[in-house]
């Protein structure tokens, strides 16, 4: 619908990225609370890289509270 000039889009960033660089788009990132998404990860309960997992869930979750 949007190439057609039908409407817009909204997408993931990652989707978003497929069109980037065409001049026939524009993107604009979304600054509101809506527009948020939640991501999960998830790790088998008892592989043999547990700590190698927490020590990445925790990088991450110490990232996100920086902003």
Same mark, same amino acid.
Request: glycine share 8%.
């Given at each position: 619908? *949007? @190439? ?6 909204? *997408?993931?960033?990652?989707a978003a990225?497929? =069109?980037?660089?065409?001049?026939? =788009? *524009? %993107?604009?990132?979304? +600054? @509101? %609370?809506?527009?948020? %998404? @939640? ?6 309960? #008892?592989?043999?890289?547990? #700590?190698? *997992? ?8 110490q990232t %996100? +509270?920086?902003?």
């Amino acid at each position: 619908m *949007v @190439e057609a000039g039908l409407g817009i889009g909204i *997408v993931p960033t990652s989707a978003a990225s497929a =069109f980037a660089g065409t001049r026939n =788009f *524009v %993107r604009r990132p979304l +600054d @509101e %609370r809506w527009g948020q %998404r @939640e991501l999960c990860v998830y790790a088998l309960r #008892k592989s043999p890289r547990l #700590k190698a *997992v927490q020590a990445l869930i925790e990088h991450l979750s110490q990232t %996100r +509270d920086e902003g």
